[in-house]
C-alpha cells in the first residue's frame, strides 16, 4: 500500500440517500474515491440518467470510482434461499450479470461478491461459482473480490481464501474488513501469507471489545470510528502492508449517526481518523 493512501467512502452505509447527494459531502470529508451500489446507478438510470452522465456528475465532484458492492445471489443455494431471510428480495436480485454489468457501464474497476443469507455449500461448488463469476467480470476487465462475514455461509478468511485459491482466476481475490476479519476470529498468521496481489479492496472501522449477541445487527448498527474501539487497527495495517498489497481503502462505518445525522456531519471525522490510524501503524513497522 501507498505511504499516503487514497481513501475511499463506502456507499452501503448511505444507501439511504441519493447518490448524487453523497458526492459534495464526500469530498469535502477529505475523500477521493467511492464505493457504490448497483441500485445507485439502477436507480439514476430509472429516471433518465445514462451511465456516462452519473459518471461524468461523480468525477465533477473530483471523485473516482473503487469498487461496486456487491453481488450477493451467485451462489446455487442462494437463488433458493427462503423469504424468511433477512433482505431476502434485494440480494436475490443483486445477481451477477446485473452487477457486473452496471459495474461496467460506469466504470468501477471491481466487483465484491458477499454470503449474506446464510447458506452453506461445498468448497467446490462455491470455487465453482466464483470461477464463473470471476469470468463474466474478465469480461469486462473487472476483479472480484470475496467479503467474508462472520454470520454468512463464508464466515472467515480461511473459508474466503480456500475459495479463492480453488477457484483459481487470476481477477480472483478478497476483500479485508476490520470488522470482518476480527469479529470472525480470523488468523493474522494466514493474512500474512496471502500475496498482496489477492487483496483487492481493504475497509477499515472499529468496535468495541465485547460483541454483540447479534453481530448482524452490531455490523449494521454499531461500528465505530477508526482508533475509537479495540480493534488492533495498527498491526492490521502492518500485516496487510507486509503482503504487499496496493488495495484502496475504504472507511466503512455502519452506525445509529450515519442513519441520524446530515452526512456531511456524520463523516466529517472519519478521513482525519483513518490517515491517522495508517499513520501511526507505518511509524512503527
Same mark, same amino acid.
Given at each position: 500500500?501507498?505511504?499516503?493512501?487514497?481513501?475511499?467512502?463506502?456507499?452501503?452505509?448511505?444507501?439511504?440517500?441519493?447518490?448524487?447527494?453523497?458526492?459534495?459531502?464526500?469530498?469535502?470529508?477529505?475523500?477521493?474515491?467511492?464505493?457504490?451500489?448497483?441500485?445507485?446507478?439502477? =436507480? !439514476?438510470?430509472? #429516471?433518465?440518467?445514462?451511465?456516462?452522465?452519473?459518471?461524468?456528475?461523480? *468525477?465533477? +465532484? @473530483? $471523485?473516482? &470510482?473503487?469498487?461496486?458492492?456487491?453481488?450477493?445471489?451467485?451462489?446455487?443455494?442462494?437463488?433458493?434461499?427462503?423469504?424468511?431471510?433477512?433482505?431476502?428480495?434485494?440480494?436475490?436480485?443483486?445477481?451477477?450479470?446485473?452487477?457486473?454489468?452496471?459495474?461496467?457501464?460506469?466504470?468501477?474497476?471491481?466487483?465484491?461478491?458477499?454470503?449474506?443469507?446464510?447458506?452453506?455449500? =461445498? !468448497?467446490?461448488? #462455491?470455487?465453482?461459482?466464483?470461477?464463473?463469476?470471476?469470468?463474466?467480470? *474478465?469480461? +469486462? @476487465? $473487472?476483479? &472480484?473480490?470475496?467479503?467474508?462475514?462472520?454470520?454468512?455461509?463464508?464466515?472467515?478468511?480461511?473459508?474466503?481464501?480456500?475459495?479463492?485459491?480453488?477457484?483459481?482466476?487470476?481477477?480472483?481475490?478478497?476483500?479485508?474488513?476490520?470488522?470482518?476479519?476480527?469479529?470472525?476470529?480470523?488468523?493474522?498468521?494466514?493474512?500474512?501469507?496471502?500475496?498482496?496481489?489477492?487483496?483487492?479492496?481493504?475497509?477499515?472501522?472499529?468496535?468495541?471489545?465485547?460483541?454483540?449477541?447479534?453481530?448482524?445487527?452490531?455490523?449494521?448498527?454499531?461500528?465505530?470510528?477508526?482508533?475509537?474501539?479495540?480493534?488492533?487497527?495498527?498491526?492490521?495495517?502492518?500485516?496487510?502492508?507486509?503482503?504487499?498489497?496496493?488495495?484502496?481503502?475504504?472507511?466503512?462505518?455502519?452506525?445509529?449517526?450515519?442513519?441520524?445525522?446530515?452526512?456531511?456531519?456524520?463523516?466529517?471525522?472519519?478521513?482525519?481518523?483513518?490517515?491517522?490510524?495508517?499513520?501511526?501503524?507505518?511509524?512503527?513497522?
Amino acid at each position: 500500500m501507498t505511504a499516503d493512501p487514497m481513501l475511499v467512502l463506502s456507499g452501503p452505509p448511505f444507501g439511504h440517500l441519493p447518490l448524487l447527494d453523497r458526492l459534495a459531502p464526500a469530498r469535502e470529508a477529505g475523500f477521493s474515491a467511492i464505493s457504490l451500489m448497483p441500485g445507485d446507478i439502477w =436507480s !439514476l438510470e430509472a #429516471a433518465g440518467m445514462n451511465a456516462v452522465e452519473i459518471g461524468q456528475r461523480i *468525477a465533477d +465532484h @473530483g $471523485l473516482a &470510482v473503487m469498487e461496486m458492492d456487491c453481488t450477493a445471489c451467485w451462489l446455487p443455494s442462494q437463488r433458493t434461499a427462503g423469504d424468511d431471510v433477512p433482505m431476502a428480495t434485494l440480494l436475490r436480485s443483486l445477481t451477477p450479470d446485473r452487477v457486473i454489468e452496471a459495474a461496467a457501464r460506469i466504470g468501477s474497476p471491481s466487483v465484491t461478491a458477499v454470503e449474506m443469507m446464510g447458506v452453506t455449500t =461445498s !468448497l467446490d461448488e #462455491a470455487a465453482e461459482a466464483f470461477a464463473y463469476l470471476c469470468d463474466l467480470a *474478465a469480461e +469486462h @476487465g $473487472l476483479k &472480484v473480490h470475496i467479503e467474508f462475514l462472520p454470520f454468512g455461509g463464508i464466515p472467515d478468511l480461511a473459508s474466503a481464501w480456500a475459495i479463492v485459491q480453488a477457484a483459481g482466476r487470476i481477477n480472483g481475490g478478497l476483500t479485508l474488513d476490520s470488522w470482518h476479519f476480527f469479529r470472525s476470529g480470523s488468523s493474522f498468521e494466514l493474512l500474512e501469507q496471502i500475496p498482496g496481489s489477492r487483496i483487492h479492496t481493504i475497509q477499515i472501522n472499529d468496535a468495541p471489545a465485547k460483541a454483540e449477541p447479534d453481530l448482524l445487527q452490531e455490523t449494521m448498527s454499531a461500528r465505530l470510528i477508526p482508533g475509537r474501539g479495540s480493534f488492533d487497527l495498527p498491526r492490521f495495517i502492518r500485516t496487510l502492508d507486509r503482503t504487499g498489497t496496493e488495495a484502496p481503502i475504504s472507511v466503512e462505518i455502519f452506525s445509529a449517526s450515519t442513519r441520524s445525522a446530515p452526512m456531511a456531519e456524520a463523516i466529517k471525522s472519519w478521513a482525519p481518523a483513518a490517515r491517522d490510524i495508517i499513520r501511526k501503524a507505518r511509524e512503527i513497522q
